[in-house]
């Protein structure tokens, strides 16, 4: 049954490309209504997708993109409205039956056991066999057929976790190839990708897109839309906003579609006046409990007034880094200076030492470090300053002041919705961090260490925390921003240091840099001649 | 020498009928939590298949039906466990807790009300219990020194549930490790998101997993209330539930690594049964006591990190509801 309506869909994708056509379209989706309680995630969506295509969906957090593509993968069933799937009216209530439609999905989060080996992870659900040794067999011959097709090389008897995402990425495509998904869905496929690894994604897509595979792309990234995609459809709040030709529109109307209105890129403002080094790091060395090098031997400044960018892809030290300078890991080689405070391994010092050392710290993870979810603004906006003689004038917190304080913070920051009381986990992504940069930047701090300031934040938020963190900067705090976002690294930075493995291969000016080299030195394939020992020639050129 | 070899394959011997309800109920709980639940309750369904199945075996007579009862009631335990953990998303320790004590507390109270005996149940004879089995040519192999030995005094003449026990490791390991079922059920313990998008219900899988615990531990209450003792005792598990749990932690929830963990659990109690009245050169005679206390002291000392890092499932203890 899912193999005839796949077929159909290949011909008449291949044979028309007119949108009106029926025939033509590999899925169908017509006024899908879902709420959640009060929020309406979806409000009568409407979706053509020709067959044989590569589909964008963009929008901005919240707006309803991934509900929208739980409802078509049967995570969650609409409350209204139907699919259709090559022409044919379908009930997805459950995963099984849209793997049985021929519906494949790529999650962001990878829908893998770690302990499992490739092979196993890819039979898991549809093995042939009672028995695991023949379904292997089958499944083996299979995915060698479907691996010389698409270039989707992966070592079948790898254990997945010990894969890089790149690779854990190509075994959820193969996964879905596997149980013969006609229709594949990427949710933010390139999130987790060096550049270098999301060109390779691109190929295999395109290579599936030839063999007639219709694929629908999600994602809040709007070149890598340009890129690869025919058409592409805009939600905000909900709704469907647009439906383009990829030919036909510009980066700039999309982003506009999706805020609802014009968006400008920051400002590239140069820095005006730098002052002395105030963080100096001097062969720095964090070691994991096994003794593992995680930040390894590293040596950088940042002067006052200027913002230093850390490029690379995550999980390559930039984490452990922010914690040492943070406070929260100790030293376990080497010394850092920070406005004139010591720390060694010796002379350790702790996140409460580096508030009154005038250090802000805006962690990666604001859920895991920067807010407790559970707290209201008034709460979080003194987390870590809690102590604070203003907050406490006797015995007790004057939460009279709190609250004036909260007040005052989120009118200047513009945190939204303008509500003391309300709990930080009902806020937005973008609501969040700004309320975490109110608190820190309000401290008129000499050092701000910040980690991915606007990951899942809205495009509108991130132009006004990026104009945040450069006045900030030109008030002379010296800032160190880890991002693995080129373009905001490139957006920000005066300065561009690139880690590998824990190691700074490379540290320039931004003039110096560009997207292209600063992809190839994340993935540490800088130098084309010879890959190892580029990193190590990179990194003394970097140093010296 | 002689008397050596004997008292070192007596003490095997009885190290295989001591760990036999351990093994049964390392199993079970493999089963259960390698699916992401976490059984603390193998006590409690242990208690009652043991106090269901000497019951049954003094009204009826027949060990079979006890057997069966016994395994019926443990089940049941199981179902209600799961029905907390799994389809209303209770906490897995708290839900194991109160079969617990539930467990221990109704085979008291029912024992008392139906036998009058402070909570024990009737003495049964013979023909109402597992007896010991002797293997073909045992008596004859008796002969023949050592390895006739070994055959005659520590492999043969066990109770037949004893060499169930056994076998449960080998068919545990090979539906784990080599079926679809077990493929999946790892899966579900690790990742029950991927499980689910794969389009296989993760409910359904974790109530197998939860029905096979209860069935095996529904065995090893029944062994140790009519195939190894003669009748029901209140509280007579003692911590067994406990021990086998931690032999599943040692094992780092696999089936052989679990089989040894719990066989030395069981040397040491069959060691500290032997050492009864033994006196010992230079120490005198050896408090049974301190024997006795080994396998709990060697729990927490093994646990507190001597055997390396054991690695859970990933989901274990967390009940899976989709997000949002």
């Known amino acids: 049954m899912s193999d005839m309506i796949s077929d159909t869909a290949t011909q008449d994708g291949l044979a028309g490309e007119s949108p009106t056509n029926h025939l033509a379209l590999a899925i169908e989706l017509k006024n899908i209504n879902k709420s959640f309680g009060a929020v309406r995630a979806n409000k009568n969506v409407n979706l053509p997708v020709v067959a044989g295509t590569i589909h964008g969906i963009v929008g901005e957090n919240g707006a309803g993109k991934s509900t929208l593509m739980s409802i078509l993968y049967g995570f969650y069933e609409a409350d209204r409205g139907e699919v259709f799937i090559a022409g044919n009216k379908v009930r997805i209530d459950s995963s099984k039956a849209a793997i049985k439609a021929g519906i494949g999905m790529v999650h962001q989060h990878f829908m893998l056991v770690d302990t499992f080996t490739v092979l196993e992870n890819i039979m898991l659900g549809a093995e042939s066999s009672p028995l695991i040794s023949n379904s292997a067999i089958e499944a083996t011959s299979i995915l060698e057929h479907l691996a010389d097709n698409y270039g989707l090389h992966v070592r079948l008897s790898a254990i997945t976790g010990t894969l890089p995402v790149g690779e854990q990425q190509r075994v959820e495509i193969l996964k879905a190839l596997y149980r013969r998904a006609r229709i594949l869905i990427l949710d933010e496929p390139t999130g987790v990708l060096t550049p270098s690894e999301t060109d390779q994604l691109f190929e295999v897509l395109k290579a599936l897109k030839n063999e007639g595979v219709t694929i629908l792309l999600i994602t809040h990234k709007l070149r890598e839309i340009m890129a690869i995609t025919d058409c592409v459809s805009v939600m905000r709040h909900g709704e469907m906003i647009a439906h383009r030709k990829t030919s036909e529109t510009s980066k700039e109307e999309l982003a506009e579609l999706m805020v609802g209105r014009k968006v400008f890129d920051s400002l590239n403002r140069p820095a005006e006046k730098i002052g002395p080094a105030s963080v100096v790091v001097e062969n720095l060395t964090v070691l994991s409990s096994q003794n593992v090098p995680l930040v390894d031997n590293i040596s950088f400044q940042v002067r006052a007034g200027e913002i230093v960018g850390i490029a690379g892809v995550s999980g390559n030290g930039q984490s452990e880094l922010l914690d040492v300078l943070n406070g929260i890991r100790p030293v376990d080689q080497g010394r850092i200076v920070i406005n004139g405070r010591e720390i060694t391994p010796d002379h350790p010092f702790d996140p409460a030492e580096a508030r009154t050392l005038k250090i802000a710290h805006v962690p990666e993870d604001r859920h895991r470090m920067g807010l407790v979810t559970k707290f209201d603004a008034r709460e979080s906006i003194i987390l870590g300053y809690q102590r604070l003689t203003r907050y406490n004038p006797g015995m007790l917190l004057d939460q009279q002041v709190v609250n004036d304080e909260c007040n005052r913070l989120m009118a200047l920051f513009d945190v939204r919705p303008h509500q003391p009381e309300i709990k930080s986990a009902n806020m937005s992504g973008g609501n969040q961090q700004k309320l975490i940069l109110a608190r820190e930047i309000d401290k008129a701090p000499t050092e701000l260490f910040v980690g991915q300031p606007t990951r899942g934040v809205d495009i509108g938020a991130i132009e006004f925390i990026h104009e945040q963190l450069l006045d900030l900067r030109d008030t002379g705090c010296a800032i160190l921003m880890v991002s693995v976002e080129l373009d905001e690294i490139m957006q920000l930075s005066d300065r561009i240091i690139v880690m590998f493995e824990g190691r700074i291969v490379a540290d320039m000016a931004r003039e110096e840099a560009d997207i292209k080299t600063l992809g190839l030195m994340m993935a540490n394939a800088h130098d084309t001649t010879d890959a190892d020992h580029g990193a190590q020639a990179t990194s003394s050129a970097g140093e010296s | ?324």
């Open chain 2, 1 to 324: 020498m002689e008397d050596t070899f004997l008292f070192v394959v007596l003490t095997l011997d009885a190290m295989l009928r001591v760990a036999t309800p351990l093994i049964l109920c390392a199993m079970a709980g493999l089963f259960s939590e390698r699916s992401g639940i976490v059984d603390i309750s193998l006590e409690g369904k242990m208690l009652v298949a043991a106090f269901t199945s000497a019951t049954v075996a003094a009204l009826t007579g027949s060990p079979w039906l006890a057997l069966f009862a016994g395994v019926s009631m443990a089940t049941m335990m199981s179902l209600i466990h799961g029905f907390a953990c799994i389809t209303h998303n209770g906490n897995q320790v708290v839900s194991g807790v109160a079969i617990n004590i539930i467990a221990s507390g109704l085979t008291a109270v029912l024992g008392n009300a139906w036998f009058h005996r402070g909570g024990q149940t009737p003495s049964l004879p013979s023909e109402a219990r597992f007896m010991p089995i002797e293997l073909p040519f045992a008596e004859a192999a008796g002969s023949i020194p050592i390895i006739g030995t070994i055959y005659k005094e520590m492999i043969s003449g066990h109770n037949g549930l004893v060499y169930v026990a056994i076998a449960m490791v080998l068919i545990t390991w090979w539906v784990i490790y080599r079926t679809r079922f077990g493929l999946r059920l790892r899966a579900v313990g690790e990742n029950p998101q991927a499980v689910d998008t794969a389009g296989i219900s993760v409910a359904w899988l974790r109530y197998r997993a939860v029905l096979i615990c209860g069935l095996l531990t529904g065995i090893a209450g029944t062994y140790l209330a009519i195939a190894q003792n003669a009748s029901f005792v209140r509280d007579m598990t003692a911590g067994q539930g406990y021990i086998a749990l931690a032999a599943l932690i040692f094992g780092k929830w696999k089936p052989w690594h679990a089989l040894g963990a719990c066989l030395m659990f069981g040397l040491l109690d069959a060691v500290a049964i032997r050492m009864q009245g033994v006196s010992v050169q230079l120490i005198g005679e050896m408090p049974v006591q301190l024997i006795q206390t080994m396998p709990y002291i060697l729990t927490v000392v093994l646990l507190a990190g001597f055997i390396g890092k054991a690695i859970a499932p990933k989901a274990i203890g967390i009940p899976y509801v989709k997000e949002r």
